[in-house]
């Protein structure tokens, strides 16, 4: 006997046709790349989201197409997400931290049919332009004002207030089958040439809904959220999709991301939430430590991208009173899959005991399954000891890449991180290495993390890396890189025998390279590969 309930499709536009209705006089605050703060409500958001739908359609754009967008977080962006997913056609967020060879790559594999951008990407939209042959249009995201002032040699480009303005705001919300594609990203491409993710409506709006609740990131209608994490990036973690669905404020920080302006815009605008990755963080806690500041609303922050830090963790809780929540997933998990919010046993921890288990990055939200599983796949113990390729499945991880020749990238139906973990009793994944990462000296595994996590206890370290050098004895031995705080005189003997107890002693690395700053990928994690290029030959 089937149930008798009503079938209506999981769709991105549900979400702002939900806020708009219910929310509508909730408020998203941007900072704009014109330099002022603009201000509107969720009504506005979806006012003109239905404008630039109608716009689309007078572009030619059909159902499936795509629709890229090269832009900071902003109301304009945001206007984007759902005017082309709600629309049918599919949104693909461009990371412009990429480098203009592989931009131009995945432009011409994804065939986007039109290029939205921030003025900001005027000279890489140049510099791409001559290069590919997909886009037909390019739109400058900025009015007429704007464009004549920065814009003035560029014919071919349209004017994205102008395309709004043409519009009527009469647009019906097509009915569209909740499998279809609604958004595409592409991975960073550290190794090879980038590889695009093809999300549905459906995976889009259950990922909004699983990454919302309160042991995901606790997002409700009380919340004054700020996504640091970039929109280009896995479409910001879900945030403005999440804001929607709960009605939170939203605050757009546009390409201002230094620490002194995070920190003015999170004061004003009274922010609760906000989230992003360790680097970011860093130079927004060095500003407020500098001025002997304080947050005054911000109560929690969530941290991925990267392993977090626990100086860091210590620093938000101790000194700042703002609860961290770690957090780990993938462009091809759209990408939360694991967040360290505590169990009821855990919340009497205190000390050590609770930054242990803070540095994990946490256990799965409902909708993603895991386990680690040694060389010849067998399934290993949640015990917290066993260490093996961390394998994750799930309504919004991916079974294939998009025109990726049908060749699908799962073993037996689940997909491989590429990440080495340990789970522990109570479900609580941590990463100790990526899979090519791991450093194996003598025919013993060592994780480059695990060092680098103790490495930055140390008060004096800012950054700390890791890598595998080769070795005439053992084959590999750790190498450690780090960057000091500013004025600190640490040596390398003073935090080698800072690591002792902390780590098994054979672990231990043989040297201290300190470094004025490490190479960062588009999404902010640290370029190992060429640290290994450089170091790599240390020890020979």
């Known amino acids: 006997m089937q149930g008798l309930m009503m079938q209506q499709p999981l769709l991105v536009a549900s979400l702002l046709v939900h806020a708009d209705r219910h929310h509508g006089d909730q408020e998203i605050v941007s900072r704009r790349v014109e330099g002022d703060i ?6 506005d958001l979806a006012q003109r989201a239905r404008r630039m739908a109608n716009a689309l359609a007078a572009l030619g754009i059909e159902p499936g197409e795509r629709v890229g967008t090269l832009a900071w977080n902003g109301y304009r962006h945001m206007e984007l997400y759902f005017a ?3 629309s049918g056609a599919v949104l693909h967020t461009l990371n412009p931290r990429l480098h203009v060879d592989q931009l131009a790559y995945i432009i011409e594999h994804a065939e986007d049919r039109v ?12 510099s791409i332009a001559s290069r590919v042959k997909s886009p037909k249009v390019f739109v400058a995201m900025t009015d007429r004002e704007h464009m004549e002032q920065t814009c003035s040699g560029s014919s071919m480009l349209m004017c994205y207030e102008d395309l709004i303005d043409l519009q009527s705001d009469e647009f019906d919300w097509p009915l569209l089958d909740e499998n ?11 190794t090879g040439n980038p590889k695009g993710v093809l999300y549905s409506h459906r995976s889009t709006l259950l990922h909004t809904y699983a990454a919302a609740l309160p042991d995901s990131l606790n997002c409700s209608a009380r919340d004054v959220i700020l996504p640091v994490v970039p929109m280009f990036h896995v479409n910001a973690w879900g945030l403005p999709y999440i804001a929607c669905m709960v009605g939170a404020k939203l605050v757009f920080p546009g390409p201002a991301l230094d620490g002194q302006s995070l920190y003015e815009l999170i004061e004003t605008e009274q922010v609760t939430l906000s989230a992003g990755v360790p680097t970011v963080w860093q130079g927004l806690l ?3 430590a500098e001025r002997d500041g304080a947050f005054s609303s911000m109560r929690r922050t969530i941290i991925g991208g990267a392993p977090c830090p626990t100086a860091m963790t210590v620093q938000f809780q101790e000194r700042y009173d703002v609860d961290v929540l770690h957090a780990w997933g993938m462009t091809e998990l759209s990408p939360v899959g694991t967040v360290c919010s505590f169990k009821a046993h855990q919340c009497a921890l205190s000390g050590n005991d609770r930054y242990a288990v803070q540095a994990k990055q946490g256990r799965s939200v409902f909708g993603i399954d895991m386990k680690i599983v040694d060389p010849q796949g067998d399934e290993l113990a949640w015990d917290g000891k066993a260490a093996g390729d961390l394998l994750v499945r799930g309504q919004w991880v991916t079974r294939q890449y998009f025109r990726g020749d049908d060749v699908s990238p799962l073993r037996d139906g689940w997909f491989p991180t590429g990440d080495v973990a340990k789970i522990d009793a109570d479900g609580f994944m941590q ?4 899979s090519k990462d791991v450093i194996k000296s003598g025919g013993e595994w060592i994780s480059s993390a695990d060092i680098e996590n103790v490495a930055c206890l140390h008060p004096q370290v800012t950054m700390a890396v890791c890598i595998a050098a080769r070795h005439p004895k053992w084959d590999e031995r750790p190498l450690l890189l780090v960057v000091r705080q500013p004025g600190s005189m640490l040596t390398g003997g003073e935090l080698l025998a800072f690591l002792d107890g902390k780590i098994a002693k054979w672990w231990k690395p043989d040297a201290v390279i300190f470094v004025e700053s490490v190479p960062l990928g588009a999404t902010g994690k640290v370029l190992k590969r060429q640290l290994r290029e450089q170091y790599g030959n240390y020890y020979l």
Not at 38 to 43: S, W
Not at 115 to 126: A, N, Q, S, Y
């Open 115 to 126: 290029v939205f951008f921030d003025l900001t990407f005027l000279p890489l939209i140049e």
């Open 84 to 86: 082309v997913s709600g």
């Open 286 to 288: 060095s500003h407020v």
């Open 180 to 190: 279809s594609a609604s958004s595409l990203c592409y991975t960073s491409g550290t």
């Open 38 to 43: 603009h201000r509107y409500r969720y009504r």
């Open 431 to 434: 990463i100790t290495d990526r």
